[in-house]
């Protein structure tokens, strides 16, 4: 499958033998870095993107024809033989090409765009997703600027920054719970 121009996708890849993909706080902001410059580049709408120690995981919109999957593939081999020259090592850091599903149902944004913002908070990284420098859930409640944020799609979604903070808080607060509760609820 391939991206289409005016469609969403999640997008997410991991490391190979899903070993780390960022050895050093200066390898995410490195990678930050590539893509605010290329996602301008190549016309890409980036509604949430969350960078974990071994895995990464991207909600885009392709506006233009071929923009995801060029962009993908320049950010990623310029990243790959950076961080091989810099940490002395060679061969792929990643499993393969980047996967991706297509967001076909306007409503399953919303949801995709929390799962992506809170995976730092499911891995235990964090106590919660305002903690985790590495996404853009900050720029999401307006507490950080980027250019790596599609803020008209999320005022589309929730008409502002509070609601989809409590959105993310509301759902994080019920996982708190249940993970609690869980082991009076399985075997």
Known sequence: MTYTKGNYYHIYNR???????????NHYRFLIKLLEENIQFYHIKMLAYCLMPNHYHFLAKQTTDDSISNMLRYVFNTYTQKIN???????????GRAKHILIDKEEYLAHVMRYV????????????PEEWKYSNYLECIAKRKSTMFDEETLKLIFGNYQEYETFVMDYKDSLEIENKFNKYLMD
């Open 85 to 95: 020259a810099k940490m002395e090592r060679t061969g792929t850091l990643f499993e």
């Open 15 to 25: 490391g190979c033998n899903k070993e780390p993909i960022f050895f050093k706080e």
């Open 117 to 128: 913002h809170l995976n730092p908070v499911k891995a235990g990284f964090v106590a919660s």
